[in-house]
């Protein structure tokens, strides 16, 4: 049992390695390139209109990638999903490298594939985090996109460093390319296997399941699945404004330098990655409904001191609320989708969906209203998604987690939880979050009892552990 235990823990460790080594190459990926459009633009001899009919070319592939990722992680994996995915990336960085030599075309379908690439391979690490947070039993989703920021702090500095040295766009994203191709599928070995066996079991005890396709519809007419996706869509479009428009908002609502401009931005990444970091352990302890529901509010006075503040120090602590407020939303919400291993990849990948429409729609909309009342003043377009955020923070309210394994003799029966039994991650007790019913995890965690067997030991269930 002992040697078991450990081969548990040692499987769960390098999952979590594995997992952030993805998260970040994924931030590298998209900054490396990000990075350079600046030189593209100029070689390609695009004007701004037209810099954003090429650039929309990676948002369409996104957008045509992530419903579809539920379908492919259900049949393939998140394991085998993401290796492919970052292949795909990594060759689409070498389209663009080499194709924005010969014209815009090229860079078009190069950016296409690589959004379609970006999509999957987000909601696949995304599921395989949640794996790895159930099995770990404490939150850590938070810190995974963590590791994304610092991915594309990176990927920014190499870029920056690149631009300096003089060094080709080619050479460069041909690099990133290499490193992206390789280290990726090496970086993945050490994902956990997704739960085929409580899909198996799961499907067996409902005989009207009919696999990754019935799943991918039925995640879609999930009321709590769609309310956790507007969640998580206000989180992404308060996290999108800053990152386009908090350099821009100092400098033409404050009069700042275009160096101040840049230094408010790195203040709210910089508050927003500490936010991811240090948030988990508060997760632990309070639950998450409340946990957000304070940090959602910490947002919103951030937004009304950046933009009412006056004077430029006040504006720079309210981008530092601001990003410490808005950390865990998304995160948070991506776990929330993943409560029930079964169903993770569906539900994430119409989350993901829902929630990263505001990347699309949140340029335009606050460059629209910045036509008419500055983008100072359209930033607080970001309070309205927050309230309504803060309304509806019950649904990511921890889930209680079925048993397939006790379940497969009666479809019907549901055990009840054991006292004290171990609750998902970012729970807390009944006290702290008195809807959530805490429920043993199938793996790791205390045994749910029923009555007819309330009379004996108690025994931890694993369903790989009983066969070994």
């Not at 401009?261 to 352990?281: E, I, K």
């Not at 205390?446 to 066969?467: G, K, L």
């Amino acid at each position: 049992m002992t040697s078991t235990s450990e081969g548990i823990d040692a499987s769960v460790r390098s999952a979590v390695l594995a997992t952030y080594a993805v998260f970040i190459a994924s931030g590298i990926a998209f900054a490396s390139w990000a990075s350079r459009i600046p030189q593209v633009r100029d070689r390609l001899h695009l004007d701004p209109s037209e810099l954003g009919l090429v650039l929309l070319a990676m948002a369409a592939g996104s957008v045509i990638a992530l419903p579809l990722s539920g379908v492919i992680i259900g049949h393939f994996g998140s394991r085998w999903t993401v290796r492919t995915t970052a292949l795909l990336v990594a060759v689409a960085m070498a389209v663009v490298s080499l194709g924005y030599l010969v014209g815009a075309v090229p860079v078009v379908i190069g950016l296409f594939l690589f959004g379609l690439g970006l999509g999957a391979w987000d909601v696949g690490m995304n599921v395989q985090g949640a794996l790895a947070e159930r099995r770990l039993g404490r939150a850590i989703m938070p810190r995974f996109h963590a590791g994304f920021s610092v991915g594309t702090v990176a990927g920014a500095l190499m870029g920056a460093g690149m631009v300096a040295l003089h060094v080709p766009v080619a050479a460069h994203l041909l690099g990133v390319a290499v490193l992206i191709g390789v280290g990726v599928p090496l970086a993945v070995r050490g994902f956990l296997p997704d739960d085929v066996e409580q899909d198996k079991a799961e499907d067996s005890a409902e005989p009207g399941r009919r696999g990754p396709r019935w799943k991918a519809l039925q995640a879609w007419r999930e009321p709590r699945t769609l309310l956790i996706g507007l969640f998580v869509l206000a989180f992404a479009f308060a996290e999108g404004v800053g990152n386009d428009w908090i350099g821009i908002a100092l400098i033409d609502g404050y009069g700042t330098s275009a160096a101040v401009g840049t230094l408010g931005f790195a203040a709210f990444l910089a508050a927003m990655t500490a936010g991811r970091w240090f948030g988990p352990r508060s997760l632990d302890r309070h639950g998450r409904v409340i946990v957000i529901r304070v940090l959602t509010v910490i947002c919103l006075v951030g937004v009304l001191l950046f933009v009412f503040g006056t004077y430029v120090v006040v504006a720079f602590i309210g981008a530092m609320l601001w990003g410490v407020g808005l950390a865990l939303g998304f995160p948070v919400g991506m776990s929330a989708g993943a409560d029930e291993a079964a169903m993770a990849a569906p539900r994430v990948s119409v989350i993901a969906s829902i929630g990263y429409c505001a990347f699309l729609a949140g340029p335009p909309l606050i460059g629209f209203l910045g036509d008419h009342f500055t983008v100072l003043r359209a930033v607080l377009a970001v309070t309205v998604l927050l309230a309504v955020a803060i309304m509806i923070t019950d649904v990511i309210r921890a889930q209680p987690r079925r048993r397939p394994e006790l379940e497969q003799g009666d479809p019907h029966h549901r055990p009840h939880a054991a006292r004290g039994a171990a609750q998902p991650p970012g729970t807390t007790s009944h006290a702290a979050e008195p809807r959530a019913r805490p429920a043993a995890r199938s793996r790791g965690a205390s045994s749910a009892t029923s009555p007819a067997n309330s009379s004996r030991p108690q025994r931890d269930h694993h369903p790989r552990r009983s066969r070994s």
